[in-house]
């Protein structure tokens, strides 16, 4: 497995931007992919971004050409671009990770980091 840590969430104003980090540790060798998540109150968890190892992305479409994911492997670290923020972006964002442990393929999760989008 792995540990995920995030940082870079707070409040901003709406048409704003900030950014999302992830630091990956531990068996980051059978990484095949990563994503970000969020959770709204009173709603279910739901995909933001994801990349795979071979650095393919995927998009919800309601941050599509808002919000883009990246990497940087030198630093174990994946990024969350969020430009042109909404006040419906307002959520527990959340890293997630999948690595292959054996014949199975396990999910490790950050402890989350607010994101409030609000003037």
């Known amino acids: 497995q792995v540990q995920l840590a995030e940082s870079g969430g707070g409040l901003v104003q709406p048409g704003g931007s900030l950014r999302l980090s992830c630091v990956v540790s531990?068996?980051?060798?059978?990484?095949?992919?990563m994503g970000w998540y969020r959770q709204a109150p009173g709603k279910e968890r739901e995909l933001v971004a994801a990349?795979?190892?071979?650095?393919?992305?995927n998009y919800a479409d309601n941050v599509q050409g808002r919000f883009t994911i990246s990497r940087d492997m030198a630093k174990n670290t994946m990024y969350l671009q969020m430009n042109s923020l909404k006040p419906e972006d307002t959520a527990v964002y959340y890293c997630?990770?999948?690595?292959?442990?054996?014949?199975?393929?396990?999910?490790?999760w950050g402890q989350g980091t607010q994101v409030t989008v609000s003037s």
């Open positions: 531990g068996n980051i060798f059978n990484l095949l992919a």
């Open positions: 990349i795979t190892n071979t650095g393919m992305t």
């Open positions: 997630n990770a999948e690595t292959v442990v054996g014949f199975s393929v396990e999910g490790s």
